[in-house]
């Protein structure tokens, strides 16, 4: 069993910041790339960012430069720190990792029940 378990959203005016976590617990082997996605009212999920096991990063277009993605892989544990927010970056946050679990070692997704994050303008 797995878990990950988000927290940080909330509401902000646009300008502002807001860091969003995301910790994974279970019988873990292994965690490999992790991410946020993001969905807002009426549109389809899409990428905001990933980072690998090893640090790599990619981001969304829309956010370069404004949000960093980071990962503590003692604690199993991302975040994603978001600055100059604007409207548009409403939407409910989901974390999102490649786990491979102990008891098949087998590699898949898991999401967690995602957090909503409002930019007021």
């Known amino acids: 069993q797995v878990q990950l378990v988000e927290s940080g959203g909330g509401l902000v005016q646009a300008g502002g910041s807001l860091t969003l976590s995301c910790a994974a617990a279970?019988?873990?082997?292994?965690?490999?790339?992790m991410g946020w996605f993001r969905q807002a009212r009426g549109k389809q999920r899409e990428l905001v960012a990933t980072?690998?096991?090893?640090?790599?990063?990619n981001y969304a277009d829309s956010v370069k430069g404004r949000f960093t993605i980071s990962r503590d892989n003692t604690k199993n544990t991302i975040y994603l720190q978001m600055n100059s927010l604007r409207p548009e970056d409403t939407a409910v946050y989901y974390c999102?990792?490649?786990?491979?679990?102990?008891?098949?070692?087998?590699?898949?997704?898991?999401w967690g029940q995602g957090t909503q994050v409002t930019v007021s303008s």
């Open positions: 999102n990792a490649q786990i491979v679990v102990l008891e098949t070692f087998w590699s898949r997704d898991y």
């Open positions: 980072i690998t096991s090893g640090g790599s990063t």
């Open positions: 279970g019988s873990i082997f292994t965690i490999n790339t």
